[in-house]
């Protein structure tokens, strides 16, 4: 789906976001969101935290699970993804603290494994994601699934691509800052969830929506798997779509 730009398109998902998740409260059920952090999905959450302002959109039945998180990162650093969703969302909405989960930066080497696990059966005890938003980076990755992760690849810690760290180099003040690994939800993760929406905006992100949507499904270019999902959207602005 292309927009004109990016604020109308956001609009439109955190529309249809909240929909559901008041579809679900009517029916006395969670809604479990899987979230993305970057800048492609802030309007989103910009939007959402007016509905709840303004229109009483209500988090209270909303359980989310980020996708992914520097490793290692203490959350209360400038760059932690955990103090980036507690800004754009969390701090201004009524969702219960209890039912946040974000990849713990903190967790010890001798513990990644199980802590990864544990974090992949947390999702699967609270019903699977039922509606999962997600970016794309230059290198194809989503989460930050970088090339060679396979489509059956589960939440772990992962090396960052090259690209991705002079990519992420200005929030860390120069390249040498930006962490060498990050704890990623899987490929195979993701692609359980039951509904998908990713967004790219921008001639950045041409070349590799392209990719995504045109290419053979490929671990070079991890986000290129989700063509084999059975619901999924792609939202762009008129930038990212220049080279469909
Ligand atoms: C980041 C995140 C991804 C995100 C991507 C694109 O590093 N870990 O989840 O989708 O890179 O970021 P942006 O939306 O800023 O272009």
């Known amino acids: 789906r292309t927009f004109p730009d990016s604020e109308l ?3 439109q998902v955190a529309r249809e976001l909240a929909d559901f ?23 989103v959450y910009e ?15 909303v359980v989310s699970f980020n996708l992914d998180e520097y ?18 969302l969390f701090d201004h909405v009524d969702i219960r ?12 080497p001798e513990q990644v494994a199980d802590y990864c696990r544990d974090y992949e059966a947390q999702i699967v005890a609270a019903g699977g994601i039922d509606w999962q938003l997600l970016g794309i980076g230059r290198t194809g990755h989503i ?10 690849s589960r939440t772990r810690l992962i090396t960052l691509d090259h690209i991705t760290r002079t990519d992420a180099a200005s929030d860390f003040y120069g390249e040498e800052n930006v962490p060498r690994r990050a704890l990623t939800m899987g490929v195979g993760t993701i ?26 499904p490929t671990d070079t270019v ?19 779509a220049a080279e469909l």
């Open 9 to 11: 398109a956001s609009a």
């Open 21 to 43: 998740i008041r579809e679900r409260a009517a029916a006395g059920q969670t809604a479990v969101v899987g979230l993305a952090t970057g800048s492609s999905p802030t309007r």
């Open 47 to 61: 939007e959402l935290v007016r509905l709840h302002q303004q229109e009483g959109l209500s988090f209270q039945n």
């Open 71 to 88: 490793y290692p990162m203490a959350p209360d650093s400038l760059q932690s993804y955990v103090r980036f969703m507690h800004e754009y």
């Open 97 to 108: 603290p209890e039912n946040i989960h974000i990849p713990d930066g903190t967790v010890l």
């Open 143 to 152: 989460g930050f699934n970088e090339p060679g992760s396979g489509s059956g």
């Open 191 to 216: 692609l359980e969830a039951r509904h998908v929406v990713l967004l790219a905006w921008g001639e950045g992100k041409a070349a590799v929506v392209k990719r995504l949507v045109e290419g053979e």
């Open 222 to 240: 991890p986000a290129t798997y989700l063509q084999h999902h059975p619901a999924v959207q792609v939202v762009l602005d008129e930038a990212a």
